[in-house]
Every structure is written in structure tokens, then in C-alpha cells.
């Protein structure tokens, strides 16, 4: 599943939108849980309460506002050349982000000899053309438009939904997922990383087994680790709902993603499917990254602050495990597929917010959110899981 949140400065008046707050195969796609998420997705009650606790716009002005801007493809171009060069400009690192926020001699954000150091990936090209695609686009053939620029821009992103719409055959991913956005071009740009998002969740689901879970990261890389659901669900880990009991869930009450990973339905699932969200918001940030240009002037989403808010949970929930659930801890670290996926997603992810570091349309609490992430005691839980691997 996947919440995402824009914010649009028009004017003089702030309009902040909370939209398509989309729920997905939270299992990956088991067909019930793609039953839910569709209802979820063209019912707009919970865009609507994430609207009424900002009190601000409702989503229909600010799609329309969007829409408009949509004209101007050329201004939106510009711009993006503008967010480019401060790109350019500010290389600051995580690592280095991590050295000038906090105490010093914290351990590094991520270790050069360790799994999540050594993960990599060819970046999206962020500056091919797409303007020849959206010029010829055709609603009619909206699938094909979305493989095209997919694989002009973000390969992994074509992949995934290509092998989500085939492999997960009782539902097309792209089919539900791009419901309402293919009226034109600029439209479904900005659902793309949904698409994405929800098709890697059906990919995964389509793969997995009833005790494992794969995680898709790459053409090339493909995880599948047992057990790690919830006991309740036949596993050996807790419902990530547990991680609500923590001394963080105070410092952060800001969560926008809470009630619906960590509250209610879905959040007696177990580290499986923090790990599976995790690996999904990756793939929504890259493709928020690679299709930056396509954010009308003045709009921020909450690209930054989906994967920022799963790596504060991951570190939650191995802080949970060590000092409330030692089993569950010493499974998941004693496990080398699960040190594996987390330090996997760990130097993935890292790779993308290092790359969108300081894009101001790329994210909306993202700031707090990082000080969050790079809490010296919580970065010790990811240095757990390296000497459990044995790294240096
Ligand atoms: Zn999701």
C-alpha cells in the first residue's frame, strides 16, 4: 500500500493535499487484500481525514490546481533544471549529513564493507526525454506509454510493473493503480510511482510462498526469506503494531503513515511486510527522482518521507525486538536472508535519499524525519545486524 501526500504552495494561499492515500496488497497481493486496497483507493474517506487534519484544501481543488499546471509542461521542464542544479550543487552525502547532525563518531550511515555499503544499482536517467512519449500520449494506450517511459528513465521501475502485471495474473496491478490518472500524459507521470510501488508489491506477492517472502530489488536480485510474519500469523517475528509502545512513537506525532501500517487492519502483520513496505518505498522514491520534472512549481510529495519513515520503523522494530521480544531479535539476526533483506533495503534506500538529498519538491517532513533516522542509538541497531553478518 502506499500513502502519498503533495503539497502545493499556490499563491499567496498554502494548499496542502493529501491524495490518492491508496492502500495496496499489504501481503504483497493476496486477491483479498487487492479487493480492500481497490475499495480504498476510489473510496477518498481516508484522503479525505488525512485533508481534515490538515484543514486545508480538498483533494479535488488541489488535482484540479495540479491539472493546471499540467498545461505547462515547459515551465515544469525549466524548473526541473533548476532543482538539477541544486542538485549539483549540494553533494552532501548521508554519510555526511550524518557527521554534521550528530554527535561526532557515530557509526556511518551506511559500512563500505558491509552488504549495505556494497549495494548497487544503475541510477535512473533522470534526463532522458520523455517529451516525444507525452507529446504522442494516447489514453487508449496508457499502458504502453507507462512501459515506454519507464524504461526510458527507470528500468527496475519497468521491470517491476511489467513483471507484477505478469506473473500476478488474477488482478493487473497497472489496471487498478492507474484507474482515474490516464486522461493525459502529465496526469499519470504523477502515478507512476504508485504504479510502481503497488506493482513491486504485487511482483513480490506473486513470488512468495505461504511462510516466505520474496523481495524483488532488481532484475537480478530477488530475496526470498522464510518465517518472518507475525507469530500470530505462523511466523516467528510481532505485529509491527507492538512498535507503538515505543518512546518514539511520542517524539514523532507528526506520523502521516501510522494509522495505516502501524493501526488497524494489516498491523498485525509481522517484519515480513515492514521489510515488504520498505522495498516499496524505495522503488517509489527512485521513480519520484527519475520523474521530478513532471512536479508543478510549488508542489512538494511526500516522496522522501515514505522510505525515510520505514527505515525509522525498521530501526524501531529491532529496538522493540532486543529489549521486549529477545526471540524475535535473535531470529531475525541470527537469519542471514533476513540480515540480508535489511541491509539490502538499508544501502538501496540510502542510495536514493543520498541522491534526492536536498530537493525540496522530493519531500515534506523529510528533515525531521531524517534527524529521526539518523538517531545515534538507532543507527546501533543497524551496526547489530552488520556484526551479526559478521562485517567489519
Ligand atoms: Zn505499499
Known amino acids: 500500500m502506499r500513502r502519498f501526500q503533495v503539497k502545493s504552495v499556490v499563491a499567496l494561499a498554502m494548499t496542502v493535499a493529501a491524495l490518492g492515500v491508496t492502500a495496496c496488497g499489504d501481503d504483497g497481493g493476496s486477491a483479498a487484500d487487492v479487493m480492500d486496497d481497490t475499495s480504498a483507493t476510489s473510496g477518498d474517506t481516508s484522503a479525505s481525514d488525512a485533508l481534515a487534519e490538515d484543514s486545508f484544501a480538498p483533494a479535488d481543488t488541489a488535482v484540479a490546481a495540479d491539472t493546471a499546471v499540467a498545461a505547462d509542461t515547459a515551465v515544469a521542464t525549466d524548473t526541473a533544471v533548476a532543482t538539477d542544479t541544486a542538485v549539483a550543487t549540494d553533494t552532501a552525502t548521508p554519510q555526511d549529513t550524518a557527521t554534521t547532525d550528530t554527535e561526532p563518531g557515530p557509526a556511518p550511515v551506511v559500512a563500505p564493507g558491509c552488504i549495505d555499503g556494497q549495494y548497487d544499482e544503475t541510477l535512473p536517467d533522470d534526463t532522458a526525454s520523455v517529451t516525444a512519449l507525452a507529446n504522442a500520449y494516447s489514453a487508449a494506450s496508457y499502458t504502453t506509454f507507462i512501459d515506454q517511459v519507464l524504461a526510458t528513465r527507470y528500468p527496475v521501475g519497468q521491470y517491476l510493473v511489467a513483471r507484477g502485471v505478469a506473473e500476478y495474473t488474477q488482478q493487473s496491478c497497472v489496471a487498478i493503480f492507474a484507474q482515474g490518472s490516464t486522461g493525459t500524459a502529465k496526469q499519470l507521470l504523477g502515478q507512476l510511482s504508485t504504479i510502481v510501488h503497488e506493482c513491486g508489491h504485487f511482483l513480490d506477492g506473486a513470488r512468495g510462498t505461504f511462510s516466505g517472502n520474496t523481495y524483488v530489488f532488481r532484475p537480478d536480485l530477488a530475496i526470498t526469506c522464510d518465517g518472518g510474519d507475525s507469530r500470530d500469523r505462523f511466523g516467528n517475528t510481532f505485529a509491527r503494531s507492538e512498535i507503538t509502545k515505543d518512546e518514539y512513537d511520542a517524539l514523532w506525532p507528526n506520523d502521516f503513515y501510522k494509522d495505516t501500517y502501524l493501526v488497524g487492519a494489516g498491523s498485525e502483520q509481522g517484519f515480513n511486510m515492514v521489510a515488504e513496505e520498505a522495498v516499496q518505498y524505495v522503488n517509489s522514491l527512485a521513480t519520484d527522482w527519475a520523474f521530478r520534472d513532471n512536479l508543478g512549481s510549488g508542489v512538494s510529495i511526500s516522496a522522501r518521507d515514505g522510505i525515510l519513515t520505514f527505515l525509522f520503523y525498521i530501526e524501531r522494530y529491532l529496538r522493540w525486538a532486543r529489549l521486549n521480544d529477545a526471540q524475535a531479535h535473535q531470529f531475525l539476526l541470527s ?58
Do not use: K, N
Open 335 to 392: 537469519t542471514p536472508c533476513w540480515r540480508r533483506v535489511i541491509l539490502t533495503i538499508w544501502g538501496r534506500a540510502w542510495l536514493y535519499i543520498d541522491e534526492s538529498e536536498g530537493i525540496s519538491s522530493l519531500g515534506i517532513d523529510d528533515a525531521e524525519l531524517l534527524d529521526l533516522v539518523l538517531r545515534p542509538e538507532l543507527l546501533e541497531e543497524i551496526d547489530r545486524v552488520r556484526a551479526a553478518e559478521g562485517c567489519p
